[in-house]
């Protein structure tokens, strides 16, 4: 078995090239600048940030029971994300800063769950295809005599 | 051609009030009583069936209640699914639509790449040696109607024949996030693992390949959108993962600070005191009752 060749650092800049590929495509067209970006990544950020807390407080009964169910996690998470939604609500209502076409600050909430449902499954469609395919590429390899006694 | 959401209920064009505005000053009560109606389908039909799906699937790994917990989530999947028919007048059910049109080429998918991995060599339940090609047209059947939706009439349509707003947010997704994917896989399976430069490179090929997809979509239009607008939502899908990552970060580091400020908060576990002698005498009693055998 020979030594790993790739480091962390590697693998988030063949995560990151394709992606600034493209872009960079873009921009040679002659894409221009897109400010609506910036609005979409923070609605992402706290959006999700908000809709995984909530995931992780569930989990906070299982760490619970083995505990003698504390309520100290379970508050300090409730606060963690009541943070997260102090934060969206405050920078939604923030004149133009985080609403992008919606009608109001609910309406930009809701969006926002919507369009992390919909991104989120676009994310893990393609995660099954990439996922699915090195294992499939690994499966598919004739099995290797690696002692002659097995043969 | 941005999702546009009025709160659930009631559609606008940008930056300009609604008829009767959810989240401002709402005079008229029959206006109020159309917004709280449809505000409450939405809720029945769309919102509460969403979050059945997540509670559904806690009580079922949880082992709390396994069959009903299973059956809640499929429940809420399918009004989810159907909630475009079921409450039309919220902006909320394009995403259940969305979700219903690309169920099928999902499932294909899905179906494909089973029979790729499981048709290969693997020690368990291991398919037939044709799976593993039946996997492959399957997968690339799946990938040709995504394209399909995109360049020919399988665009999904949603309300009075317009493109749903959501398809556009799923396409360059979809395209930019398996391209990302399937590079580092194929870094990561030449780094870690042992002569896999073939494996590594049919992952290349694919992430060429997803990238070459997303290229002609920036360059030729689709049936109902065009490349301009495909240029800008891929900005907007490039925004949506790094966010939505950051975020999940920022929660996972919220919660393991959470959890380690607390076990960092009890106090050390004294030491427990000696068995007395009844204890004692209680132990030996049970150890000479259960290793005592028979003398030959």
């Known amino acids: ?38 609005k979409r990544f923070g609605n992402a950020i706290l959006t999700s940030y908000v809709v995984m807390g909530i995931l992780l407080l569930g989990n906070l009964f299982f760490y619970a029971d083995s505990r003698h169910r504390p309520l100290a996690p379970l508050v300090g998470m409730i606060v963690a994300i009541v943070f997260g939604v102090a934060i969206s609500y405050i920078l939604l209502s923030n004149d133009d800063l985080l609403l992008e076409a919606n009608s109001g600050v609910r309406a930009q909430m809701l969006s926002n769950i919507v369009h992390l449902l919909v991104s989120g499954t676009a994310m893990l469609l393609a995660a099954l295809l990439a996922i699915g395919t090195t294992f499939a590429t690994i499966t598919g390899r004739k099995r290797r005599v690696l002692f002659e006694e097995e043969e | 051609m941005r999702p546009l959401f009025s709160g659930d209920g009631i559609t606008k064009t940008p930056n300009q009030p609604t008829e009767c505005k959810i989240t401002g000053d709402v005079h008229k009560s029959g206006c109020r009583r159309q917004v709280m109606d449809s505000m409450l389908e939405a809720a029945i039909w769309f919102w509460i069936p ?18 009903p917990g299973l059956i809640l989530s499929l429940i809420g999947f399918f009004l989810v699914l159907i909630s475009a028919w079921t409450v039309p007048s919220s902006d909320s059910s394009a995403a259940g639509h969305l979700l219903l049109s690309i169920l099928a080429p999902s499932l294909l998918l899905a179906y494909g790449i089973h029979g790729m991995v499981f048709g290969g ?55 930019l996030f398996s391209t990302a994917l399937c590079s ?19 992952l290349i090929l694919l992430s060429v390949l ?15 959108t065009t490349a301009d607008e495909f240029r800008e939502y891929l900005w907007l899908a490039s925004a949506d993962i790094f966010g939505t990552f950051v975020g999940v970060g920022s929660a996972i580091g919220a919660f393991a600070l959470v959890i380690w400020s607390y076990e960092k908060s009890l106090p050390l576990p004294g030491n427990s005191p000696p068995p007395s002698k009844d204890e004692i005498k209680h132990v030996v009693k049970l150890a000479e009752n259960h290793i005592g055998g028979e003398e030959e």
């Open chain 1, 1 to 38: 078995m020979k030594e790993p060749t790739a480091s962390w650092k590697l693998l988030i800049l063949a995560a990151l090239l394709p992606i600034l590929i493209l872009i960079t495509i873009d921009i040679a067209i002659g894409g221009g600048s897109h400010p609506e970006s910036f």
């Open chain 2, 50 to 67: 969403l979050c059945t799906i997540p509670l559904g699937m806690w009580l079922s790994i949880s082992g709390i209640s396994k069959k």
């Open chain 2, 121 to 175: 060599n693997v020690p368990v339940g291991k398919l037939d040696s044709t799976a593993r090609w039946s996997g492959t047209l399957a997968v690339a059947i799946s990938i040709i109607i995504f394209c399909l939706m995109h360049w020919y009439n399988f665009t999904p349509l949603w309300r009075d024949g317009q493109i749903n707003p959501y398809w556009i947010v799923f396409w360059p997704t979809f395209l």
């Open chain 2, 184 to 202: 580092t896989a194929a870094i990561a399976l030449v780094g870690f693992g042992d002569n896999r430069g073939s494996e590594a490179m049919k």
């Open chain 2, 210 to 224: 997803m990238m070459g997809i997303a290229i002609s979509a920036m360059l030729f239009d689709g049936y109902l």
